[in-house]
């Protein structure tokens, strides 16, 4: 439901402003609003004016911006560990974190950048490793005395070391020798071993044929190779310990001083939360005034509160709202325990204007009931429920509400199943003889048929209702008139629909036809050219309906199918296996199909008729955003 709400002002000393603030931002009920004040800027002193910062409130808030940016730059560097919460108050302590900050912040930089060269390197010396430990063996086939230039290279793919022994071929005329294999990480590498004299014209092909060559760190590039591979080890496991090192002093640092700068960098928000709400605040040169929204049951709670907080120096006075300020009202929207799940499907929705309705509601109350029409089956709701119920007691957040959700919707299932006698379609029938108490939808077409317009008839004439005294609440006559003429034409139709199916003495046509053609020209001058279109769109949405006859239809005949082809195996495990398999489709799209399509008629046939979107959502000054539907507290 949409929470009605109340246009305050609140006047008081100018001194006492940024404790006002501070105050409402602490109870996070009050969303400020300038544009409601309606005045110019006055030169005039005795008239209020946007409140302008003195120069010592500009210079401490460009003191808080700039130590604030330092503080988040520090708490990025620094590793996050886990930390105690900081009983620091900053105020008192901010002249000495200014000069702290800078210290910590220059011994953060300089760590940090250590620490990235060090990570680099370490990943260099890592994939050296690899690359020669894998060249290893080709090596160690060479003459050990052998006075022959090396040269380990990447090779992307087997089709390469084929182009790569072609060049070698042709530029060197096959005075070398290519061996290859695969490295730990799937990499395949290569061995090039040529005459140091051919070295040059070697690396010279190399470049042209963009085969990369691996670089050696320069402590290693002279050893013999038989020794590259433990100096590698070496200087890594070095590299290695130094990174730890560097680590543990950044973590420690971290550990010490994090918890102090994360509450510092909470109050800067804080304090520059307040700055950034004077915008909205008008004052004279000793007042100040502050209008704004907030619940109407908060105004009391908060007059009393600053009350007791200024004795008695800042007033809140409620102000009527102006029929020009109704598109202004904020909306924050809390539904009681029953509707609270069903808010996954209206937050689909762009939030409503103040003015009209909460959706959520309605969606609780005919979702389900729609939902049940069409699947109507006993046993898929008793599979449905049985998943639910879990869901629903120990989920948390979306999976909870889903399965409250699933939870009635699944007893709606099993009530209409009742209905229809369907238990997993004719099983019900075969098994136990179960019959409907009302129709059977696999022979009852027409029936059903007319029972699903009915419920269109029924849903979308609630909506016309709904949208003729949204209208007359808002003042707009000419669209209220238009929607009561559609109302009372759709019910004329109606009538007439049914005296022509289940003709009666006191049902006669003819005088509804002639109410009929009264009322067309009534909705002519209401809704002009467009009105013979707004209804056959409502009469289009009303046969749309008949989509609950339909899905239920085929819903029940896959049931019946899965059951005859189950029978027809001849083997009674195989049959039941192959049920199952159809049964678990069928109930799959049981679950999703009439989602979708009671959605849909929510969605497009029934809130097209009074629902109002693009409301403003409600903000409180000082509390974190968070959905508009506030209702879990």
Sequence with gaps: ????????????????????????????????????????????????????????????????????????????????????????????????????????????????????????????LAGALNFWTALAPLWEELPPESNLELFGVTIRDPQQRTVLEEVLREHLGGRCQLSSTLAEDGTLVGLIACERAMAAPLRAALTSERVPELPLPAAVAGLPLAQRISALRALLAERRAALA???????????????????????????????????????????????????????????????????????????????????????????????????????????????????????????????????????????????????????????????????????????????????????????????????????????????????????????????????????????????????LVVLLLALVGLGRIFPTPWLATGPLLVGVAVLLPVLSAAGGLLAPLELLKTLGNIISYVRIMAIGLSSALLAVVANQLGGEVGNLLLGILVAGILHAFNLLLGVFAPTVHALRLHYVEFFSKFLDLGGRRFEPFGRAPRSPHEGRQ
Aim: net charge negative; charged share 25%.
């Design 1 to 124: 439901m949409i929470i009605r709400m109340a246009k305050v002002e609140l006047v008081g000393p100018k001194d006492d402003l940024m404790g006002v603030l501070d105050l409402l931002r602490e109870r996070g009920t009050f969303q400020p609003d300038p544009l409601l004040f309606g005045r110019e800027a006055s030169v005039e002193a005795d008239l209020p004016r946007t409140l302008v910062l003195g120069p010592e409130e500009m210079h401490e808030r460009v003191f808080f911006v700039e130590l604030r940016a330092r503080v988040a730059e520090l708490l990025a560097l620094l590793p996050d560990v886990p930390e105690p919460q900081a009983a620091l108050q900053p105020l008192p302590v901010v002249d000495v974190l200014h000069e702290l900050v800078d210290r910590h912040l220059a011994l953060a930089r300089s760590q940090a950048e250590e620490l990235r060269g060090l990570r680099e390197e370490v990943a260099a």
């Design 245 to 487: 090192a560097g680590e543990e002093t950044l973590a420690a640092l971290g550990r010490e001083w994090r918890p102090v700068y994360r509450r510092a960098l909470e109050w800067l928000d804080e304090r520059l939360t307040l700055y950034g709400a004077t915008s909205a605040v008008y004052a004279t040169t000793r007042c100040f005034v502050l209008q704004g929204w907030l619940a109407a049951g908060e105004a009391a709670p908060l007059r009393e509160r600053l009350h007791q907080a200024f004795a008695g120096r800042v007033l809140l006075e409620e102000l009527a709202i102006l029929d020009e300020e109704l598109e202004r009202v904020p909306v924050q929207l809390r539904n009681p325990a029953y509707f609270q799940p069903f808010e996954i499907f209206s937050r689909l929705l762009p939030l409503p204007r103040y003015t009209s309705f909460d959706p959520t509601p309605f969606i609780g109350v005919f979702f389900p009931v729609l939902f049940g029409m069409m699947l109507g089956d006993v046993g898929y709701g008793a599979v449905l429920f049985a998943i639910a119920a879990p869901l629903a007691r120990r989920g948390r957040g979306l999976a909870g509400d889903l399965g409250k959700v699933l939870g009635v919707a699944a007893v709606y299932a099993m009530f209409f199943g009742v209905l229809f006698g369907e238990l997993f379609g004719d099983l019900g029938r075969r098994w136990l003889d179960l019959h409907p108490w009302w129709v059977e939808r696999t022979e009852a077409i027409v029936p059903t048929m007319l029972f699903a317009t009915s419920v269109g008839v029924a849903h979308v004439l609630f909506g016309l209702l709904l949208g003729v005294w949204s209208d007359w609440r808002q003042h707009r006559g000419r669209e209220a008139l238009l929607r009561l003429g559609l109302l």
